[in-house]
């Protein structure tokens, strides 16, 4: 495997050879002793990570070098990985480092195996985001416009949804809230032989049920008090293109029936009328909601279900989307910082450790929230946890021991799970992976408010 470059900007010849002999073995290491040699080597190299001493020549004991250094490589390579080393008594110094584009800061003197755990974490990052340029470059352009994914559950979502796109069947799409399940709608839109044709969506759970047989099927003059006119409905208006059906499941009973005419005939019939219209639309679903428990309980058609979900779609939570996360972090921030024209160049690595801490209940869309009001919030160049207001979660446990750390993780997780919930034991055992009667112990324990 080809060594990673790294660049070690030291004038002190002793700590330059400490250093190139501590990293010789696992990277290609170069050295710098003052600034002129430093920029010439970014632009030849395009190192993965720099080390940088502030202290550099002409004046070793003054920082003025050091930061114009940093400054230089950020707009030079701003990829670079830059680690600041400061004097033992530069903590400001080693903040407003941070603050200026640094990836993260040690002071003197150094302790290699403690800058080697550094670096270590700072090429992951720098290959991470490495990864995610090379993934951009190879979706530029690609049907999945919006839609960043490596990981084998998403890329399995693409391949299902460039087979079924070009077939004339329904598709059901599963999958928590926030996930991207319009996102998934629109793709398979944009990829079928109606792609030409109108994309009509409608959410079944946001329109009070007296209106909601008017909004999807139409109505004519004077079916019902206040129809002053005659008005399409949504089904109607996705004529030779796609209708899809947001939280299917909460349709009530009496629409399903309607709705399976329609997928069984392809006629409707407007609320007060009496003329068969044919309707040549895609119908794609999507819930939130188990469907099959529905079924059991009597809340929705089982012969409904199988007309929408000739092809089902499951997409997996944020959490279980491994290194994705970081991914999409990455391209959400590229996309905010682009609109507001922000200063923002990054994550720090604390930033970083908090997303991937982060259990992330709202998924893709509580992702979006938090970096679009940190890129408005943020004050320096990179987010920091408090930018994301992820620092409960990432901060609060260190001050701990472990076995303290762990009862307070647990209980802040039963919380927000009950919460999520709206303090259904059952459902939030289930969301837990634990039995009821563990629950219910473990409320009792911490002493948790339903």
């Not at 409905?233 to 909460?250: I, T, Y």
């Not at 407007?270 to 040549?280: A, F, K, L, M, W």
């Amino acid at each position: 495997m080809e060594k990673s470059n790294i660049l070690i900007i030291e004038d002190d010849e002793e700590i330059q050879s400490q250093m190139k002999w501590a990293f010789t073995r696992d990277y290609e290491v170069c050295i710098a002793s003052d600034r002129q040699h430093a920029l010439g080597m970014i632009r030849r190299d395009r190192p993965a990570v720099a080390t940088l001493d502030l202290g550099l020549p002409p004046n070793p004991r003054d920082v003025t070098e050091g930061f114009r250094t940093l400054n230089e490589i950020i707009q030079e390579s701003p990829y670079t990985k830059v680690i600041v080393i400061t004097g033992q008594d530069g903590k400001d110094h080693a903040l407003q480092a941070i603050a200026q584009g640094a990836y993260d800061f040690l002071r003197k003197p150094v302790a290699l195996d403690e800058l080697s755990v550094i670096v270590s974490r700072a090429l992951h990052v720098y290959r991470l985001e490495h990864e995610y340029r090379l993934l951009q470059e190879r979706l530029s352009g690609d049907r999945f416009e919006g839609m960043v994914g490596n990981s084998p559950q998403m890329q399995e979502v693409f391949a299902t949804i460039r087979k079924v796109a070009t077939a004339e069947v329904p598709v059901l799409i599963v999958g928590e809230s926030g996930t991207g399940k319009e996102l998934v709608a629109r793709a398979i839109h944009r990829q079928s032989i109606k792609h030409k044709g109108p994309f009509v969506a409608i959410n079944c759970g946001a329109i009070p049920e007296n209106l909601l047989e008017s909004e999807l099927f139409g109505h004519e003059k004077g079916a019902f008090t206040g129809a002053h006119i005659q008005r399409k409905g949504r089904v109607e208006l996705a004529q030779e293109g796609s209708l899809f059906l947001d939280e299917v499941g909460e349709l009530p009973f009496l629409l399903q029936v309607k709705l399976l005419r329609f997928l069984q005939e392809h006629q409707i019939e407007r609320v007060g009328g009496r003329e068969t219209i044919p309707v040549n639309a895609r119908v794609i679903a999507a819930t939130n909601a188990n469907l099959n428990q529905a079924i059991a309980e009597g809340r929705f058609r089982e012969d409904l279900f199988y007309r929408l979900g000739v092809v089902v779609i499951a997409l997996p939570p944020l959490r279980e989307r491994g290194e994705d996360m970081v991914l999409l972090a990455h391209a959400l921030l590229q996309r905010y910082v682009a609109e507001r024209s922000s200063h923002i160049k990054g994550f720090t690595r604390q930033a970083t450790t908090a997303l991937q801490n982060h259990g992330w209940p709202g998924n893709v869309r509580e992702l979006e929230n938090r970096i679009k009001r940190a890129v408005i919030m943020a004050q320096g160049h990179r987010l920091t946890p408090a930018d994301l207001d992820l620092t409960t979660l990432y901060t609060e446990y260190e001050r701990h021991g472990l076995r303290e750390a762990r009862e307070a993780m647990e209980k802040e997780l039963i919380r927000r799970a009950l919460t999520r919930n709206k303090g259904n034991m059952t459902r939030t055992a289930n969301d837990l992976g634990v039995s009821r009667p563990t629950l219910h112990d473990l409320v009792s324990k911490y002493a948790i408010e339903r």
